[in-house]
């Protein structure tokens, strides 16, 4: 009979009840512990539990075993395909890489005075890996723009070169995906870009710096040719005045918004984050609301509300049966205030403009 640990994953016909029970078991902090040791491995290849559910359980099970927060040191393995994936076959990989993309640890770092979380240095080593050796192939794009959305920006790290950031965006251009009919390129989710184009944007904005005499320098320009390098710019720059806003916007339209939704640096300006605000789309705005939340967790005193007006008017505006936030009746007070304010100040300006007309006037 095997150990009792066993049957909470295996498949069976042990039922709906059984089957619930597994899938709580695999979400379970302590579970990964219980699957990875001796008593459940398998004497004859040598592997555990854990590698069979990886490789043969369902796509619950193993959906729920690496959505587990308790699972970095298996992402780690998975991303840098290492260790227990180390011999699975590409077709695997990805089905496993799939089913990750959601797990809340992506984003984990628990360093404090105590010291370093090693978990989540190696865990952002492995994903700049990751983006080195994953097949770059259509299959793949897609599942990689996945992962790679739900990064934290201050959780990646940067890689060691300007010339390890050019490879890796080298190496995922020119993928055409095609769309469910297979007779065109599928465009980005958030951009006009075509999906391969999309990923090179956002792989650009989330690593396009390095560290050159102790300060992290983008590695592309406003002005550069590839339009990834220009993501670079815009998700990594200290600053751009509104001037430089406004030729962006011209040149490059939502792909400027997307990029710069992943620079904290613009987003803590609030003058800034009301130029991004007035870019974005229906799907950026989705970005938007979650880089919002993660900056809100790194700085307390930030705001998550809408900086641009007009986004906080329309934001006041939704129904109570809809999607309107806890906040509402007090965005919609702020937005009236804001409102308020920027009358007041065109009565004001308008005013002096007929006062200097009219003394202009009298002196002719």
Same mark, same amino acid.
């Given at each position: 009979?095997?150990?009792?640990?066993?049957?909470?994953?295996?498949?069976?016909?042990?039922?709906?009840?059984?089957?619930?029970?597994?899938?709580?078991?695999?979400?379970?902090?302590?579970?990964?512990?219980?699957?990875?040791?001796?008593?459940?491995?398998?004497?004859?290849?040598?592997?555990?539990?854990?590698?069979?559910?990886?490789?043969?359980?369902?796509?619950?099970?193993?959906?729920?075993?690496?959505?587990?927060?308790?699972?970095?040191?298996?992402?780690?393995?998975?991303?840098?395909?290492?260790?227990?994936?180390?011999?699975?076959?590409?077709?695997?990989?990805?089905?496993?890489?799939?089913?990750?993309?959601?797990?809340?640890?992506?984003?984990?770092?628990?360093?404090?005075?105590?010291?370093?979380?090693?978990?989540?240095?190696?865990?952002?080593?492995?994903?700049?890996?990751?983006?080195?050796?994953?097949?770059?192939?259509?299959?793949?794009?897609?599942?990689?723009?996945?992962?790679?959305?739900?990064?934290?920006?201050?959780?990646?790290?940067?890689?060691?070169?300007?010339?390890?950031?050019?490879?890796?965006?080298?190496?995922?251009?020119? $993928?055409?995906? &095609?769309?469910?009919?297979?007779? %065109?390129?599928?465009?980005?989710? !958030?951009? /006009?870009? #075509?999906?391969? @184009?999309?990923?090179?944007?956002?792989?650009?904005?989330?690593?396009?710096?390095?560290?050159?005499?102790?300060?992290?320098?983008?590695?592309?320009?406003?002005?550069?040719?590839?339009?990834?390098?220009?993501?670079?710019?815009?998700?990594?720059?200290?600053?751009?005045?509104?001037?430089?806003?406004?030729?962006?916007?011209?040149?490059?339209?939502?792909?400027?918004?997307?990029?710069?939704?992943?620079?904290?640096?613009?987003?803590?300006?609030?003058?800034?984050?009301?130029?991004?605000?007035?870019?974005?789309?229906?799907?950026?705005?989705? $970005?938007?609301? &979650?880089?919002?939340?993660?900056? %809100?967790?790194?700085?307390?005193? !930030?705001? /998550?509300? #809408?900086?641009? @007006?007009?986004?906080?008017?329309?934001?006041?505006?939704?129904?109570?049966?809809?999607?309107?936030?806890?906040?509402?009746?007090?965005?919609?007070?702020?937005?009236?205030?804001?409102?308020?304010?920027?009358?007041?100040?065109?009565?004001?300006?308008?005013?002096?403009?007929?006062?200097?007309?009219?003394?202009?006037?009298?002196?002719?």
């Amino acid at each position: 009979m095997p150990p009792a640990g066993r049957c909470f994953v295996r498949g069976g016909s042990l039922g709906p009840a059984a089957s619930s029970i597994r899938l709580a078991c695999l979400s379970n902090p302590n579970a990964l512990a219980v699957l990875n040791s001796e008593e459940l491995a398998d004497g004859a290849s040598g592997k555990g539990e854990l590698y069979r559910v990886l490789t043969k359980g369902d796509d619950d099970q193993t959906a729920s075993l690496l959505k587990n927060p308790d699972s970095r040191f298996l992402l780690c393995s998975l991303y840098a395909r290492e260790n227990l994936v180390a011999d699975i076959d590409e077709v695997m990989w990805r089905r496993l890489v799939q089913f990750s993309w959601s797990n809340p640890a992506l984003n984990w770092d628990r360093t404090s005075s105590s010291g370093p979380d090693l978990d989540a240095w190696n865990l952002q080593a492995a994903l700049r890996k990751f983006l080195t050796i994953a097949p770059a192939t259509p299959d793949w794009v897609i599942p990689v723009h996945q992962v790679f959305l739900e990064l934290d920006p201050s959780r990646t790290g940067t890689y060691q070169s300007t010339e390890e950031v050019l490879a890796v965006l080298e190496r995922w251009k020119a $993928i055409a995906v &095609k769309d469910s009919f297979g007779d %065109k390129d599928q465009t980005g989710f !958030f951009t /006009p870009l #075509p999906m391969a @184009e999309e990923l090179r944007g956002l792989i650009a904005a989330l690593y396009g710096k390095v560290l050159i005499n102790k300060k992290l320098v983008p590695v592309g320009k406003p002005d550069s040719e590839d339009v990834a390098l220009r993501c670079a710019w815009y998700g990594n720059t200290s600053d751009m005045s509104e001037e430089e806003m406004d030729a962006a916007r011209e040149k490059d339209g939502t792909i400027l918004t997307f990029a710069a939704l992943f620079n904290d640096l613009l987003l803590l300006k609030l003058p800034r984050r009301a130029e991004i605000e007035m870019g974005l789309t229906h799907g950026l705005s989705f $970005i938007h609301t &979650k880089r919002c939340a993660q900056l %809100k967790e790194h700085y307390h005193a !930030f705001d /998550p509300r #809408p900086a641009d @007006e007009l986004l906080a008017e329309a934001e006041a505006d939704k129904s109570p049966q809809g999607q309107r936030d806890p906040l509402a009746p007090l965005m919609t007070e702020l937005a009236e205030q804001r409102a308020l304010i920027a009358g007041l100040k065109r009565i004001v300006i308008w005013g002096l403009i007929v006062i200097i007309a009219a003394v202009v006037f009298s002196h002719r």
